[in-house]
């Protein structure tokens, strides 16, 4: 069945830099784009960036100079680093698998990642 | 970007009764894609392209809506349904998401 699972640290220094890998079974990352969303504690989603299916990339401009997103097909691995951490990016970071339909939205997720920033 | 608006911020329904959520866009968008959140729990696809219900959810939701309304109806609101509800448009670059409607039991 279609899994993701995300793994990184629990805490960051703050203007350190965050690394979460998100390994993906059940579907293989040359047919599905991977993206990345975040939930800071008590908010709403926020839609930060994706890996497409054919090794491109597209970011949120929001995150467009700190933010880079990679992966490594053969392990069915996505990473997301993000440089220059700040309390206001502590949050709940998400992997998820984008479906395909008429539009384009989320149909599997992982069970996500809370990262603090400290100072 | 599109910003999505969702009302209301928080409701409490009783079993049995009939609840519609509502989301609307600054713009006009094609369709409209709702996830539900529980509490410590990652989203979960509930309706997509607007009227399509995901894998496993019961037939007492509804979706439908155009342009820049949409609603996410419970024609016979249930204990599980509590949760909050999370509407999403990408029609236009970035997707977005509304700050959710809580839903909560009366």
């Known amino acids: 069945q279609v899994q993701l699972k995300e793994t990184g640290p629990d805490l960051v220094q703050l203007t350190q830099t965050l690394s979460i890998t998100c390994t993906v079974s059940g579907f293989s990352l040359t047919t599905y784009n991977v993206h990345w969303v975040r939930q800071p504690p008590g908010k709403g989603l926020e839609w930060m960036g994706a890996?497409?299916?054919?090794?491109?990339?597209d970011y949120n401009s929001a995150f467009k100079s700190r933010l880079s997103i990679s992966r490594d097909t053969s392990k069915s691995q996505v990473f997301l680093k993000m440089n220059s951490l700040q309390t206001d990016d502590t949050a709940k970071y998400f992997c998820?698998?984008?479906?395909?339909?008429?539009?384009?939205?989320?149909?599997?997720w992982g069970p996500g990642t809370m990262v603090t920033v400290s100072s | 970007e599109i910003v999505l608006t969702q009302s209301p911020t928080t409701m409490a329904a009783s079993p049995g009764e009939k609840v519609t959520l509502t989301c609307r866009a600054s713009s006009s968008v094609s369709y409209m894609h709702w996830y539900q959140q529980k509490s410590g729990a990652s989203p979960k696809l509930w309706i997509y392209?607007?009227?399509n219900r995901a894998s496993g959810v019961p037939n007492c939701f509804s979706g439908s809506g155009s342009g820049t309304s949409y609603s996410l109806t419970i024609s016979s609101m249930e204990t599980e349904d509590a949760a909050t509800y999370y509407c999403q448009q990408w029609s236009s670059n970035p997707p977005t998401f509304g700050a959710g409607t809580k839903l909560e039991l009366k």
């Open positions: 392209d607007t009227s």
């Open positions: 998820a698998r984008r479906g395909y339909g008429s539009s384009w939205y989320f149909d599997f």
């Open positions: 890996m497409w299916n054919g090794g491109g990339t």
